[in-house]
């Protein structure tokens, strides 16, 4: 007894010292319950069309804050099945499950850890991961402060949108998103048990790194799910056979890679490194159906481009080691260097002859491509091929499957494309697309990107022209210049089709696009004249020639800058400001900052006369009716486009400015490093395509427009003018005095644009 009494004794001391440390050295040291009281998660930077659609999201953790009320019950109690079934029964130290826990290891059952969610709560908010008496008992403590400040559901909410479950993602939303493209609502109960499974061991069951891992534990947690009675054998046998897909990474709504980046500039610029964590949202003008359709539009045509000019060969060749692990590391390294382009994907050829080539991709299938799916490579597949051009085991090539599942050879294009369209009314962005890969090329030709327009120039030359008399029934003399004049022998121009018509009409030679036609309207109207004219569209006039080439678009320009300046012609006259952003939120939908849209049709914007800007629509209309844009109006089915190709000389850049109701859209394609993009390919085989595939969208749905005829204006002669130069007035003719030679004069000097 007296031995019993020394022991309770001494344990009454040590109970004494370890109470006496825990209230007067660890209890007053703790760190203050701010981070949960007023919880402020790390919410990434949110960027979005104006419908709503995701287009970017910035930020180092990936998290959508969810209130508990609306969490998926499925996926509440998965949790609590799996991680504290009595977490609304206990006060945060859970004594009998951790009884039950003991028991269940010495049986080797099924089991949970002894720590409490609200554990986990104060472990991950305040403390380490160490394991020491220390820590454990700061834990104890932390605990029963949380359980006193926060109700349960606010600590279960905690828990669900604060613990890390891999791949740089917080909270059960975000982890949805990231791994299955969803939103919790839209989880099924596989899906749902699967992220449960993720907490235990963020690395080993992380679903993209180690599915089979992932599928393991989240069988276990459906067990315990059936075990406790919240589902049912016929779910819990649904669940387990269920087919899940990962992705992996977040997916957004819409491609619009450039338009997120240039709004991240902005943002951050203002709100510095705070943009990244406060969960601000920004709401763009893109349109999402105007978006995906100009994107789909640029790759595939960038694409078609591509194809025309033939396979280039492989991308890379590398060793196939004879050992299968070294040959699957050595074919690992090879893609993760060759990311995909999005439905672009790398793969290494394993085997291969003139009918079969079999090759494996980054997720480790092999696929099989042969029949048509050779066609495009097939030079690379014979026995004499040179060695750049010729696919052997270790290539590493470019795949694409169509909808029928069947796979070709491709390769990724050399080649840049890009594509801007704004309202014409108000200069709003409705779609964007900078290049044909963000990823690959993070550099934005259509903010950045100055290039000659080429022809597309030709509009605001006739447009000064019309205020010096000039009329679309004006004729001027289609011959070249240097059969005329002396003093164009040091420059010489030519049409670019070697075509010269005499006599023509202002109309028809821009439909047209006569280079020569173009360069006597300008020298008749002045350079310096139209220096000053082009300006009211907002162009620059040192990025413009002060000499005739002016009139072929030897200039620089940027799609944007050029949409902006057929917006013009689009909207009756009036200077536009392209403009992005409409309004940014708090996590919480507050507005920090809006930016009203701008007020349609202000006479302090008016830079052209309306009847200049209804002529010029007429001369573009016919464009696209009967001249080099035809095209647009047969594959559309519309009669009030209008716009203007451009090609620049030996075809290095391609154009197409246009527009049809209150939609103007530019569209641009050429090499990064200026070089011709081809003899055979112009504005019209280049760049309209691009515009005609995503104006089809833009204008699905939506009436033809008809213009008003301005006051001032008269068609009594044949073709508009306007009404004070009728009778005799104005510029009728230009240069018909001048004849042809019988014998076409030839010159090395020349210069000149294409369509």
């Given at each position: 007894?007296k ?13 004494g ?35 709503n ?49 003991v ?26 991961q ?54 919790l ?61 990962v ?63 033939g ?6 060749f ?9 040959r ?21 050829v ?29 030079a ?54 900078g ?49 005329t ?28 696009s ?8 300008l ?96 001369m ?38 246009g ?30 395509p691009?515009?005609i ?7 699905a ?13 008269s ?41």
């Amino acid at each position: 007894m007296k031995w019993i009494a020394v022991v309770l004794a001494a344990l009454g001391v040590v109970a004494g010292a370890v109470l006496a440390y825990v209230f007067l050295v660890l209890a007053p040291n703790l760190p203050a319950l701010d981070a949960v009281t007023d919880y402020r998660p790390k919410i990434p930077l949110r960027i979005y069309t104006a419908d709503n659609a995701l287009i970017g999201e910035f930020g180092e953790e990936h998290r959508e804050f969810v209130p508990i009320k609306d969490i998926p019950e499925k996926l509440k109690t998965a949790l609590l099945s799996t991680e504290d079934a009595r977490f609304y029964d206990h006060s945060g130290i859970d004594f009998i499950g951790a009884g039950r826990a003991v028991l269940a290891d010495l049986r080797g059952g099924f089991h949970q850890g002894a720590s409490t969610i609200t554990m986990q709560v104060a472990r991950n908010f305040f403390l380490s991961q160490e394991k020491t008496v220390n820590r454990k008992l700061k834990e104890i403590l932390l605990t029963t402060r949380i359980e006193a400040a926060l109700s349960k559901d606010q600590i279960l909410e905690l828990y669900m949108n604060q613990i890390y479950l891999g791949q740089r993602t917080h909270g059960f939303a975000g982890a949805a998103r990231t791994y299955f493209n969803k939103s919790l609502n839209d989880l099924s109960l596989a899906e749902a048990a699967m992220l449960v499974g993720i907490p235990k061991n963020p690395v080993r069951h992380n679903p993209v790194s180690n599915f089979q891992k992932a599928k393991q534990r989240q069988e276990v947690v459906l067990k315990l799910m059936l075990n406790r009675g919240v589902i049912t054998e016929a779910q819990y046998d649904q669940a387990l056979h269920e087919k899940i897909t990962v992705t992996g990474k977040q997916i957004y709504d819409t491609h619009a890679d450039y338009v997120a980046e240039m709004v991240r500039q902005t943002v951050v610029e203002e709100y510095k490194e705070q943009a990244y964590t406060s969960g601000i949202k920004v709401y763009t003008t893109l349109l999402k159906t105007d978006q995906e359709a100009a994107y789909e539009a640029v790759r595939n045509n960038v694409m078609a481009y591509d194809q025309r000019h033939g396979y280039r060969g492989p991308e890379a060749f590398i060793q196939l080691p004879a050992d299968e692990d070294e040959r699957d590391d050595a074919i690992d390294d090879a893609l993760r260097k060759h990311p995909s382009s999005d439905k672009l994907l790398a793969a290494v050829v394993t085997e291969v002859s003139t009918k079969v080539v079999k090759a494996e991709l980054a997720n480790g299938d092999t696929i099989v491509i042969d029949g048509d799916g050779l066609k495009f490579a097939a030079a690379g597949l014979q026995a004499k091929a040179k060695s750049d051009l010729k696919i052997t085991p270790g290539a590493l090539i470019r795949v694409l499957q169509d909808q029928k599942k069947r796979w070709s050879i491709t390769q990724l294009p050399e080649v840049e494309g890009s594509y801007v369209a704004l309202n014409a009314e108000t200069g709003a962005y409705r779609a964007l697309v900078g290049g044909f890969d963000f990823n690959r090329k993070k550099f934005n030709h259509v903010t950045s990107g100055w290039r000659q327009p080429g022809s597309s120039m030709k509009p605001f030359v006739y447009s000064a022209a019309l205020e010096k008399g000039f009329s679309p029934a004006t004729l001027i003399n289609d011959v070249q210049l240097s059969a005329t004049s002396e003093e164009a022998l040091r420059w010489d121009p030519r049409n670019d089709d070697g075509k010269y018509d005499g006599p023509i009409t202002m109309r028809t030679a821009l439909a047209k696009s006569k280079n020569v036609v173009s360069v006597r309207i300008l020298k008749a109207v002045g350079v310096s004249n139209a220096q000053n004219w082009i300006s009211h569209f907002g162009f620059s006039k040192d990025k413009h020639p002060d000499n005739l080439t002016l009139a072929l678009g030897t200039g620089s320009v940027t799609p944007v800058q050029l949409a902006a300046a057929y917006a013009v012609f689009a909207n009756g006259g009036y200077q536009v400001q392209p403009n992005l952003i409409t309004k940014i939120t708090d996590s919480k939908g507050n507005v920090l900052k809006s930016y009203p849209a701008p007020a349609i049709a202000q006479d302090a914007d008016r830079v052209i006369d309306s009847r200049n800007a209804f002529i010029m629509d007429a001369m573009l209309r016919e464009v696209t009716r009967s001249g080099t844009a035809a095209a647009a109006s047969v594959r559309l089915g519309r009669h009030d486009l209008a716009g203007k190709t451009g090609t620049t000389s030996d075809a290095v850049d391609g154009w197409f400015a246009g527009y049809a109701g209150n939609v103007v859209a530019v569209a641009w394609m050429g090499y990064d490093t200026p070089k011709s993009l081809g003899g055979r390919e112009f504005g019209a085989t280049l760049a309209l395509p691009i515009w005609i595939d995503s104006m089809r969208a833009a204008l699905a749905g939506k009436a033809e427009v008809q213009r008003a005829v301005p006051e001032g204006l008269s068609n009594a002669e044949g073709d508009w003018m306007y009404a004070e130069f009728l009778n005799g007035g104005g510029v009728r003719t230009l240069d018909m005095d001048e004849a042809a030679p019988a014998t076409p004069v030839t010159s090395n000097n020349q210069a000149g644009t294409a369509q």
